[in-house]
Structures are given as C-alpha cells and as structure tokens.
C-alpha cells in the first residue's frame, strides 16, 4: 500500500528513528545542565550520522535520485537554520536566558519545529501540485528572503531587536499572568510558590493575575519568541527545500532530521560564528540560485520552458559545493584576518 509515493515500510521506519532519537536525547539530557561544545558536537555528529543512514536507506531501498533529492534538502535546510540559530542567541541574550536553560528551552522549541514542520511541509507540497504558479510564489519567496539577508550582510551587530518586546511575547503577556522572575528551569509556577517569593521579597510586583492558580515565567515566554521566529523562519525554507523536491515524505524528513540537530549545532555555532564570516554569503547564494531553480521549473510546466534543466545531481553539488566554498573560505581568510589583526597592533614606544 502506497502513500505519498513512499511505501508505509518507509514511513514507519522514519517514524520510529525520529521517535527513538528524540526520546534518546530527551533521556540523556534529563538533567539540566551546562551543555559543552565537546557534547554538542558529539551529538551534532549522531544528528548528521542518522541524516546519511536515512539516506543509505533511501538509496539502497528505492534509488540514489529519491536519495540525492533528500540529501541536498538536507544541506539547505542545515545552511538556511545558521541564520534563524543567530536569531536564537538574540532572543536568549533579551531574555538574560544562559546555557542550560537555553538547552531545556530549545528542546521544547525544536518539538514544536516538529508538529508545524508538517503542517507547512503538507501544505506547500499541495499548494505546488495544485498550479504550477504557485512555483513563481515561492521563488519570489525565497528570491526576498535572500535579498533580506544580502542588505543586512555585515550589519548584524549594528541591529539590535528586543525580542523581550516581541509581538509573542506582548500578546502571550495579555491572555497568561506573568511571573516577572526566572524560577530554576520552570516554565510555569504555582500560585503558593509566587506567594511565598512575593511575601520574602517586596520588590515582586504582579500587575494581574493574583487568584490565578498558575503563573508564566520569563523562560516560557522565551520559548513562545523561539517558537514564533521559527514559524517564520519555516515561510522561507520550506518553499526552498521543495524547490529541490516536491515529495512531502522526502521534503519533510529533510527538514526534520536537520532541525533535529539544531539544538546541538547552536551551542557548536556559539563557539565558532566569529569565524565562519563567509558562510553567510554562501548560503545567500544558494537562496537566490533556489529562487532561479523554482522559476525555471514553474516556467517549464507553465510556458514550456526547455532551454535549461537543472538536474538533483548538479542541484546537490551546487548546494554541497557552495556550502564547502564558504566554510573554506571562512577558515582561511579569517584566520588571516585574525593574523593580521595581531600583527597590527598599537607601535612600541622608540
């Protein structure tokens, strides 16, 4: 019995590796504490290793195109989350949120990913199978996603959002009680416990909710800013990735098993963003080459463009190659940049 062209042999094992895994990692870090760079790394290699099984299966399975066309979704998917995972150290630098909180917060964030990944994936596989010009939508789509990024290029630190003031936030604010203090890893407190932290410190001060039984912390409405940027983010990469794919099976195992990784692969980010200056430039590259993909396949189906195919193979190269091009140039050039920067220092006195 076939569905969504995949037999339910494929589904249910895509299923159970994402259920095992994501239960595995709940087990392992059950604890709340400060997550490494060497454990973070560690699972960002059992992330990528459970990407390639995936994709040894799809070949030996089914075919090494079905394969390909889920390994290149992959590496977009993992290029384009570099940009929402520095939107995620904004948003816990506004919420004063450190390490293992920040841990605890992306789990929940990255299981959310899971459920509104579907909704999209399902939704933007129907909507391109329906009309063909639905393709000329989504390029322009990914086309301005990728202009947004190119004008703001190297001016990130001089943009500073309070994500502490986010639409989210302000309206989770009107419809839940706030507690306006981080308790442990909580995301809620009870009504006895606010009392109780009200009474031994007067500078507490609850604007509402003072007969309600539970109350919301700062890290609860940290999570509400992460989860709502990565709907966003969602706008912008799933009509990326079904530009290299419109099979809803493959379309969302390759978003899902690189935001699986995330979590593991920001802590890896926050050691080493200050010197992959280059990787940014690379993936905006390949959003505007993703956007003249989707138009020239649309247009083949509208108009009967044929001067032009770009096949998975060369889509896959394109992709792994421009990705390989920036983090080498982002290792050689920065480290000259930090070499020069040495030599170049304030002159000794005659």
Request: hydrophobic residues 55%; neutral net charge; aromatic residues 16%.
């Amino acid at each position: 019995m076939a569905h969504f062209g995949f037999p339910i042999e494929a589904i249910f094992l895509f299923a159970t590796a994402i259920s095992f895994s994501v239960f595995m990692d709940l087990f392992a870090h059950r604890h709340t504490k400060e997550v490494s760079v060497l454990d973070a790394g560690l699972w960002s290699v059992f992330w990528i290793g459970l990407a390639l099984a995936f994709y040894g299966y799809l070949w030996v399975r089914f075919d090494k195109l079905w394969a390909d066309l889920y390994l290149a979704g992959v590496a977009l998917e993992k290029s384009l989350s570099v940009d929402n995972l520095v939107v995620f150290m904004a948003i816990f630098t506004s919420f004063s949120i450190k390490g293992a909180l920040q841990h605890r917060i992306l789990y929940w964030g990255i299981i959310g990913a899971l459920f509104f990944r579907a909704i999209f994936v399902a939704a933007g596989t129907g909507l391109f199978h329906l009309t063909p010009w639905v393709g000329f939508c989504f390029a322009a789509v990914v086309a301005w996603s990728g202009w947004k990024m190119f004008v703001t290029l190297g001016r990130e630190a001089e943009i500073v959002t309070d994500y502490s003031s986010h639409w989210s936030v302000r309206f989770t604010q009107r419809i839940m009680p706030i507690f306006p203090r981080l308790h442990a890893e909580q995301f809620f407190v009870t009504r006895a416990l606010v009392q109780g932290l009200a009474q031994s410190d007067p500078t507490i001060k609850l604007a509402r909710g003072r007969h309600t039984i539970v109350f919301a912390t700062p890290a609860f409405l940290c999570l509400i800013a992460i989860e709502t940027s990565d709907i966003m983010f969602a706008f912008d990469s799933v009509p990326a990735v079904i530009a290299v794919t419109q099979e809803p099976l493959l379309v969302y195992a390759a978003m899902i098993f690189a935001v699986l990784g995330l979590r593991s692969l920001y802590f890896v980010l926050a050691a080493l963003t200050r010197y992959l200056v280059y990787l940014e430039p690379a993936v905006i590259v390949l959003l505007f080459f993703i956007a003249f993909k989707l138009a020239l396949q649309s247009g083949e189906h509208v108009f009967g463009w044929d001067f032009l195919h770009i096949s998975p193979n060369t889509s896959l190269l394109i992709i792994l190659g421009t990705l390989t091009a920036g983090v080498v140039a982002s290792l050689v050039w920065s480290n000259k940049a930090t070499a020069e920067t040495t030599k170049v220092g304030p002159e000794s006195p005659p």
